[in-house]
């Protein structure tokens, strides 16, 4: 392995397929690009990608981080989506507080 070579992912995987076949299940290969085979996936990706990825440079991991849970965050309490009527999937809960101090 090369110094600058991150097989992190691949050890993941790994032990995904470990996983897997020590409970006994099986997966289902689905092909690259396919939207109709796994169209959650692909409907996220390609929102991430219009949404945030195609109009932003990113010019440090920090900055990165910041702006895609940004994004995470608004996509999974704000956004409306058709499918729900246009009621955010998860909305977010305000709770005012009360100023004053409490005594106790």
Not at 47 to 56: A, C, D, H, V, Y
Not at 65 to 89: M, V
Request: proline content about 10%; some cysteine.
């Amino acid at each position: 392995m090369r110094e600058d070579q991150d097989d992190g992912p691949e050890f993941v995987a790994q032990a995904v397929r470990d996983w897997i076949a020590a409970v006994g299940a099986k997966t289902t290969y689905i092909e690259p690009g396919s939207p109709w085979q796994n169209g959650y996936c692909e409907s996220v990706n390609a929102r991430f990608r219009n949404e945030l990825l195609n109009g932003e440079i990113f010019y440090s991991l920090r900055e990165a981080k910041i702006l895609i849970e940004r994004w995470r965050r608004h996509y999974n309490t704000k956004r409306p989506p058709s499918a729900l009527g246009f009621r955010p999937p998860a909305p977010e809960t305000i709770v005012p507080m009360d100023d004053r101090p409490v005594m106790h």
